[in-house]
T-cell receptor, first 112, second 111 residues
Framework: DAKTTQPPSMDCAEGRAANLPCNHS???????VYWYRQIHSQGPQYIIHGLKNNETNEMASLIITEDRKSSTLILPHATLRDTAVYYC?????????????FGKGTRLSVIA | GAGVSQTPSNKVTEKGKYVELRCDPI?????LYWYRQSLGQGPEFLIY????????DSGLPNDRFFAVRPEGSVSTLKIQRTERGDSAVYLCASRGAGELFFGEGSRLTVL
């Protein structure tokens, strides 16, 4: 699976959009981009995933560049409860149940 | 249960002792994973089960670590002769047809 690069930390004002970037320049054609987050003292939680089209669900939006070498997770109206570590993971679509490989992620602090 | 359950939530033990950590996955989930997380790091893969068998145990750090899932549901992670470096949060996750669901973890402290 391709490696990802994320900034170690970011701040965001409460109520504003949080835009979390991820670089995955070596991504291959059948690899998906996954996002998980981990709130303090809890296990990681699935947010969203995508292949090449932009995706949106009740939690967030995922914007993937046309060349697929980078993506951005958008939390449209960040709240204090969104303070967490956010992990961007690239994984093959035919990987079956093979495990996710986590990096260090981005620590997002939402500030009142 | 509704989610992945892990027990104990906290375990303090002495160096050299034996420890068991239990994971009760979401009912019907065939794949079960163990991860270990040290402070400031992302979760590190240890082992995963497909049904009763270990499909990949390449993340187990050494032969002091062992995991079982005898009936394809509950799993136990076993650590022999614990060392201070084993102190971490041990996370369990299960997967059915969709994404991974994680438990809250078991925090192990080896004194």
């Amino acid at each position: 699976d391709a490696k990802t690069t994320q900034p170690p930390s970011m701040d965001c004002a409460e109520g504003r959009a949080a835009n979390l970037p991820c670089n995955h320049s070596t991504i291959s054609g059948n690899e998906y981009v996954y996002w998980y987050r981990q709130i303090h003292s809890q296990g990681p939680q699935y947010i969203i995933h995508g292949l090449k089209n932009n995706e949106t669900n009740e939690m967030a939006s995922l914007i993937i560049t046309e060349d697929r070498k980078s993506s951005t997770l958008i939390l449209p109206h960040a709240t204090l409860r969104d303070t967490a570590v956010y992990y961007c993971i690239v994984r093959g679509g035919n990987s079956g149940n093979t495990p996710l490989v986590f990096g260090k992620g981005t620590r997002l602090s939402v500030i009142a | 249960g509704a989610g992945v359950s892990q027990t104990p939530s906290n375990k303090v033990t002495e160096k050299g002792k034996y420890v068991e950590l239990r994971c009760d996955p979401i009912s019907g989930h065939t794949a079960l994973y163990w991860y270990r997380q040290s402070l400031g790091q992302g979760p590190e893969f240890l082992i995963y089960f497909q049904g009763t068998g270990a499909a990949d145990d390449s993340g187990l750090p050494n032969d002091r670590f062992f995991a079982v899932r005898p009936e394809g549901s509950v799993s136990t992670l076993k650590i022999q002769r614990t060392e201070r470096g084993d102190s971490a949060v041990y996370l369990c996750a299960s997967r059915g047809a969709g994404e991974l669901f994680f438990g809250e973890g078991s925090r192990l402290t080896v004194l």
